[in-house]
């Protein structure tokens, strides 16, 4: 009886960091998603330069994730000081990024809130992992249903990030909506932070820097590694493509709040369900279904063209419920492959996670200004590129990570 109760953490220790993973997903939706064309259409950057920018912001991101994951394992004392840290400089570079235009230039406001905003978003992120890690040590919890919680929090905080310029626009005007993100960010961010007070734990399993190749030993955390970053691309590219598609290709751009949480909450929704076919067929097993149901759903976005937004809604629920799996299993996974090192592990998951947004900004946008394609234009060569970069290309990268899952990776053992 009592091995039943330690391998479930009570759910209070459960939501709890669900809240933080909602915050940091709620901060985001806006830097991942909205940036590229808030940037592009209010501040006049252009395609190649915004790319460019996006690419070596992005890049130094990635670098410094393995950095910062060696600094989690050495410090796990200061895992207080470091949360909070953390948070004030994600909020900072949040604010500088989405102030009002006309304040200050775009290109250094868009480099330096970037910078700033990554790395508080990445020392926070992986804390929250290292915390899941530790949890499901200290309690021999479930790796599965600790991911689950988390990752429902994330996707419930990209749901609130996506329902925002709906209550944020009428009243704020569209520029200045953003700036309201930053408010709400700053109400979330005291709220979940203050509810972790005391409560964060470290793995506990550090490793010496140069150890990180001891923790990449443990059986099957390369393998997870490479599928991790090679499922990671068509998410990124999409990402960056999305708001654009809608505006370019659908005509729809009003739509663009709706349809994200429309994915979103499909993705929440189906977590649970991800998490249950798991229980039962294996989490390789279920996360290659929910990889392979992704395929056919998100091809049939490139035969859409103006007025088609009830057909892409439709796309956006179908493709999004197979995100959840992606979401949840994926770290769980990871989680479960671990035997050291979990903050640079887990850094190094980051690391890749933001190298593939980082490909995708800094390829996908010069790749498309260089092909015709201008926001806001009609040119029929730059919406046939804008097309066939925003369904195809994802559609290959998914097939291309679908053999590493099935023929590389082999089905752990812990829970």
Request: net charge neutral; aromatic share 10%; glycine share 10%.
């Given at each position: ?16 960091p ?17 940036a ?69 230039e ?14 508080g ?11 899941g890690l ?7 919890g ?5 991911a ?96 654009f598609f ?48 992704s ?44 035997t ?60 291309a ?15």
């Open positions: 009886m009592t091995e039943d109760r330690a391998a479930n953490p009570p759910r209070r220790d459960l939501v709890k669900a809240a933080v993973a909602a915050m940091l997903a709620f901060a985001g939706l806006p830097l991942y998603i909205h590229p064309r808030y940037y592009a259409d209010e501040m006049g950057v252009g395609l190649a330069t915004l790319g460019a920018v996006l690419l070596g912001a992005r890049a130094l991101d990635s670098l410094q994730d393995p950095i910062i994951g060696h600094f989690a394992d050495r410090f796990p004392l200061r895992r207080e000081i470091w949360v909070l840290a953390s948070g004030a400089l994600l909020f900072t570079g949040f604010a500088l990024l989405f102030a009002a235009p006309g304040w200050w775009p290109l250094p406001r868009l480099a330096i809130g970037l910078v700033a905003a990554f790395t978003f990445s020392a926070l992120q992986i804390a929250l992992y290292d915390h530790a949890q499901a040590a200290a309690t021999g479930d790796h599965t249903r600790i689950l919680w988390r990752e429902a929090g994330g996707l419930a905080g990209i749901c609130l990030a996506a329902a925002a310029p709906a209550v944020l626009e009428p009243s704020l005007g569209g520029t200045l909506a953003y700036s309201g993100y930053a408010v709400a960010f700053a109400a979330m961010a005291s709220i979940s932070l203050g509810g972790m007070r005391g409560r964060w734990l470290a793995s506990g399993r550090s490793l010496p820097f140069a150890g990180i190749v001891q923790a990449l030993r443990a059986p099957g955390v390369k393998p997870l590694l490479a599928f991790g970053f090679l499922n990671a691309l068509p998410t990124a590219v999409t990402s960056t493509l999305v708001l809608l505006a370019d290709i659908l005509e729809a751009e009003t739509h663009g709040g709706f349809v994200l949480l429309a994915f979103f909450a499909a993705a929440a929704c189906a977590a649970p369900c991800w998490a249950r076919l798991a229980a039962g067929i294996g989490r390789k097993a279920a996360l290659a279904s929910g990889v392979a149901l395929v056919p759903v998100f091809v049939w976005a490139y035969a859409l063209g103006p007025g088609d937004i009830a057909a892409f809604y439709v796309i956006a629920v179908a493709s999004g419920a197979a995100l959840g799996a992606d979401m949840t299993l994926a770290p769980a996974m990871l989680a479960g492959s671990i050291g090192g979990g903050g640079q592990v887990f850094a190094l998951w980051t690391f890749l996670q933001k190298s593939a947004l980082a490909l995708a900004a800094g390829l996908v946008l010069p790749l498309l200004d260089f092909a015709g394609y201008e926001p806001g234009t009609q040119s029929e060569t730059g919406l046939m590129s804008l097309s066939v970069a925003y369904a195809l290309v994802p559609c290959i990268l998914k097939l990570a679908l053999p590493v899952l099935l023929f590389v990776i082999s089905e752990e053992a812990k829970p």
